[in-house]
């Protein structure tokens, strides 16, 4: 079975300090994956997705990046926090053509 | 610019009480799902539905797609207070390919 990892679960950071979220799937190869971010009982913002290794699209400009180094890893990332990132980010996966996305557990941002 | 808006933002209703949540778009969806989140988890699927006119049912909640493929709704009959959430309306437009959005969502609150 398929399985999705998100880490850590939650983080508390400077302003200004570097971030690093990361996402692995397990079970399936070559997912579409995705990263939201969520306001408190808003709905998701999409962010980045990638439809492959080294493939990124961006949907929003902003402080933060993503990376695809393997087939089923998925990092976000930024060099330097601001206030306005705090939220809580979401990593998900689906297979390519599929209609159903799969989530991990998320994790509460928290920008000090 | 929300691709997917729904309505209403928020509802609170008692225990028993029917109730509909609409997502509408001016795009065309080659799919769209609704999904169901709670507080501090990622969302998770309760059903897709991929052909105009579509019409589903999940127990007590039923689902339909509109004819153009441009709206959907949801419809919780003698709503449970199990029910409290957070729903979400997700789809990819046609010709935007892997692209996956999500509405704002409607924040239910069904009170005993």
């Known amino acids: 079975s398929q399985t999705i990892h998100q880490w850590p679960a939650t983080l508390v950071q400077p302003v200004g300090s570097p971030l690093s979220l990361e996402c692995t799937v397990e079970?399936?190869?070559?997912?579409?994956l995705y990263w939201y971010r969520q306001a408190a009982g808003r709905g998701l913002q999409l962010l980045f997705y990638?439809?492959?290794?080294?493939?990124i699209s961006s949907e929003v400009p902003q402080n933060l990046s993503a990376s695809r180094p393997q087939d089923r890893q998925f990092i976000l990332s930024s060099k330097k926090l601001l206030l306005s990132d705090s939220g809580f980010y979401l990593c998900?996966?689906?297979?390519?053509?599929?209609?159903?996305?799969?989530f991990g557990q998320g994790t509460r941002l928290t920008v000090v | 610019t929300q691709l997917l808006e729904q309505s209403p933002q928020f509802l609170s209703i008692q225990e028993g009480e029917n109730l509909t949540v609409y997502c509408n778009s001016s795009?065309?969806?080659?799919?769209l799902q609704w999904y169901r989140q709670e507080p501090g988890e990622g969302p998770v699927l309760l059903v897709t539905?991929?052909?105009?006119?579509e019409v589903k049912k999940l127990k007590r909640l039923t689902f339909q797609f509109g004819d153009a493929r441009k709206d959907s709704s949801l419809h919780i009959t003698a709503a449970q207070p199990g029910d409290t959430g957070l729903y979400l309306c997700?789809?990819?437009?046609?010709?935007?390919?892997?692209?996956?959005?999500f509405g704002e969502g409607t924040q239910l609150t069904v009170n005993p």
């Open positions: 998900a996966w689906r297979k390519p053509g599929a209609t159903e996305a799969f």
């Open positions: 079970g399936t190869s070559n997912p579409n």
């Open positions: 990638s439809v492959g290794i080294g493939q």
């Open positions: 795009s065309v969806f080659s799919s």
């Open positions: 539905v991929v052909t105009g006119g």
């Open positions: 997700a789809g990819g437009i046609e010709t935007s390919g892997s692209r996956l959005t």
